[in-house]
């Protein structure tokens, strides 16, 4: 075990937004897109308890070696488990350096005891007193890192505009008119899908307070914006942040994108969604045998599932320009072919629900050019 740090640190918080190196368009244009929320959460935090920042989003075109200082004494990465291996490289190469390295996001809370070899400290649910009482008593953990977690997700999280800094600096990375601001209005989810780490979350929404003023601050500064929501279930109180939405942001004045349970989606909650600004919707089907009260299909499964599924989406299509439906694959309840059958069958019905498949172009091409 290393030697305690001195209170006042140089800070790297670095967001692993692409899992290597890429010079691919779409991830010129939509890796900064696709940001984390909580390593600018974390930015904030540090910056309130007196440390300097430097924060990163690696969006597959940066140099890390330019980007993050050499001489930083702690870093916080966030990683996916897809990016895992380059996250584990980084941590060893700024170890060397004498770095100490804390992992956190979706990689940490999964596969926390293999992280743990990798890392100095590996942190699950965090809080801004966690991250607090790390930086006031935080050593190298060598050769097995520590695992940390808070009791329970916070109360409050820091706004827009104190997140803004980071925020600016990972938008200007996309050379479109295309930006999306990351925001959360909920924690946790009231599902309890065994296959998804929400669902061990007791639900908790965040201020609408807070959401009014997030929305009136992005508004006076940015010249064409959107917001990517990135709760777990956005809309489990809809009448709350539709009121919040189109209040601050009339008029659809900031489109948005989120990800809702289709037991959520009736038609009156859809109309409203278009109205005020909605422009894709990620709805979880997740099987044609289980999962009913997540889709709103009760005890239908198959067959019957497929159809009632499928008049569901095309009914939101008719309201949402852009739909993408989730599965997960290879859950016990399924079993042999059919599974692949139901989803070709739903393909045919809901061709607007995969937007490149050839079903949806031919269709797109005998209106449009026929």
């Given at each position: 075990m290393g030697e305690v740090l001195k209170k006042h640190l140089k800070i790297g918080v670095l967001d692993l937004a692409a899992r290597a190196p890429?010079?691919?368009?779409?991830?010129?244009?939509?890796?900064?897109?696709?940001?984390?929320?909580?390593?600018q959460i974390v930015g904030v935090w540090c910056e309130e308890a007196g440390h300097d920042v430097h924060f990163v989003c690696y969006t597959g075109s940066e140099d890390l070696l330019e980007e993050l200082p050499?001489?930083?004494?702690?870093?916080?990465?966030?990683?996916?488990t897809r990016s895992a291996h380059?996250?584990?490289?980084?941590?060893?190469?700024?170890?060397?350096?004498?770095?100490?390295?804390?992992?956190?996001?979706?990689?940490a809370r999964c596969y926390p005891e293999d992280a743990q070899k990798y890392y100095d400290y590996v942190l699950g649910i965090t809080d801004k007193q966690l991250v607090h009482d790390l930086l006031q008593d935080c050593s190298q953990q060598r050769p097995y890192g520590v695992a940390l977690s808070a009791l329970r997700q916070p109360a409050f999280l820091p706004s827009v505009e104190e997140r803004w800094r980071f925020i600016s600096a990972t938008l200007d990375k996309t050379p479109t008119r295309l930006k999306i601001v990351p925001?959360?209005?909920?924690?946790?989810?009231?599902?309890?899908?065994s296959f998804c780490i929400d669902s061990v979350i007791d639900y908790q929404p965040l201020e609408f307070d807070?959401?009014?003023?997030?929305?009136?601050?992005?508004?006076r500064n940015m010249k064409n914006p959107m917001v990517g929501w990135h709760d777990p279930n956005f809309g489990v109180r809809m009448d709350d942040y539709m009121s919040a939405i189109e209040?601050?942001?009339?008029?659809?004045?900031?489109?948005?994108?989120a990800e809702s349970s289709l037991s959520l989606l009736s038609e009156k909650n859809v109309k409203r969604l278009g109205k005020a600004g909605c422009v894709a919707t990620l709805p979880g089907i997740e099987s044609w045998y289980g999962m009913g009260n997540k889709s709103g299909t009760g005890s239908r499964q198959g067959d019957e599932k497929v159809l009632q599924v499928?008049?569901?989406?095309?009914?939101?299509?008719?309201?949402?320009?852009?739909?993408?439906?989730n599965f997960v694959l290879g859950l016990d309840s399924d079993e042999g072919a059919e599974p692949f059958e139901l989803t070709k069958k739903f393909i045919s019905l809901t061709p607007g629900a995969f937007p490149e498949s050839s079903v949806f172009i031919q269709i797109y091409d005998d209106i449009h050019v026929g």
């Open positions: 890429t010079r691919k368009m779409f991830s010129r244009i939509m890796r900064a897109n696709l940001a984390s929320i909580m390593p050499s001489d930083i004494d702690v870093l916080f990465v966030s990683a996916f380059l996250a584990y490289a980084i941590s060893n190469l700024y170890q060397k350096q004498g770095t100490i390295t804390v992992l956190g996001g979706p990689h925001m959360i209005g909920s924690l946790g989810c009231p599902y309890s899908c807070q959401i009014r003023e997030d929305l009136k601050f992005i508004r209040e601050a942001a009339p008029n659809a004045s900031v489109p948005f994108i499928s008049d569901h989406i095309n009914m939101i299509l008719r309201h949402i320009p852009y739909v993408q439906t």
